[in-house]
């Protein structure tokens, strides 16, 4: 494993940790509009970081072709959501 691949997965165990707290927020906050936006950061954070995970783990195919443009979308769609709503 070489220090890139040693990086990524780092990166993964980070937004790991990160998404704990848009997790908790969520739950706390119920189906309310500040509870739907950290759901989606939360997963948006376990969707990039899973990305990291596989690029270090060397499966970039994947990373690639599926993670990363899911985690991408999902940014687009909170990023759409909160202009809309003026936030």
Known sequence: ???????????????LGISVVPFYASKKLGATTLGLVSLTLGLFAILHGTTHLL??????????????????????????????RGG
Do not use: K, Q, W
């Open 1 to 15: 494993m070489n220090l890139t691949d040693m990086l990524n997965v780092s990166i993964f165990v980070i937004f």
């Open 55 to 84: 690029l270090g783990l060397g499966d970039t195919e994947l990373a690639f072709t599926t993670f990363g443009p899911v985690s991408t979308a999902l940014l687009l769609v909170f990023a759409v959501y909160m202009y809309r």
